[in-house]
């Protein structure tokens, strides 16, 4: 199993910056990708940004140039750097990883969720 703990959300004002931060612990395979997701109210789980083990990234074009994700693989840690917040960006904010199993198969696990809200 593989247990997510994310920090850093909070109440920030637009155009202000917040970091958030996700700790994995368990059993991490050395090959996975680690990332965001947002969910605002009545809205779907949206993905933000993902990143390799290995450092390719995968940002959605509504926060490009704007946020940046990152990681340290030694600490099992995943960072997303938001800069510019704007309203919009109001929602909970979830880690999540996946690795592969074995052969197809793979394994999703989720954080339990930090909250960003930014006010106008």
């Not at 959300?9 to 612990?25: I, K, N, P, Y």
């Not at 990332?35 to 779907?44: E, L, T």
């Not at 099992?76 to 052969?103: F, H, I, P």
Request: with cysteine; charged share 15%; hydrophobic share 35%.
């Amino acid at each position: 199993q593989v247990q997510l703990v994310e920090s850093g959300g909070g109440l920030v004002q637009a155009g202000g910056s917040l970091r958030l931060s996700c700790a994995a612990s368990g059993s991490i395979f050395s090959i996975n990708t680690m990332g965001w997701y947002c969910q605002a109210p009545g809205k779907q789980r949206e993905l933000v940004a993902t990143i390799t083990s290995d450092g390719s990234t995968n940002v959605a074009d509504s926060v490009k140039g704007r946020f940046t994700i990152s990681r340290d693989n030694a600490k099992n840690m995943v960072y997303l750097q938001m800069n510019s917040l704007k309203r919009e960006d109001t929602a909970v904010y979830y880690c999540n990883l996946v690795q592969v199993l074995y052969g197809s198969i793979r394994q999703s696990y989720w954080g339990q969720g930090t909250q960003v809200t930014v006010s106008s």
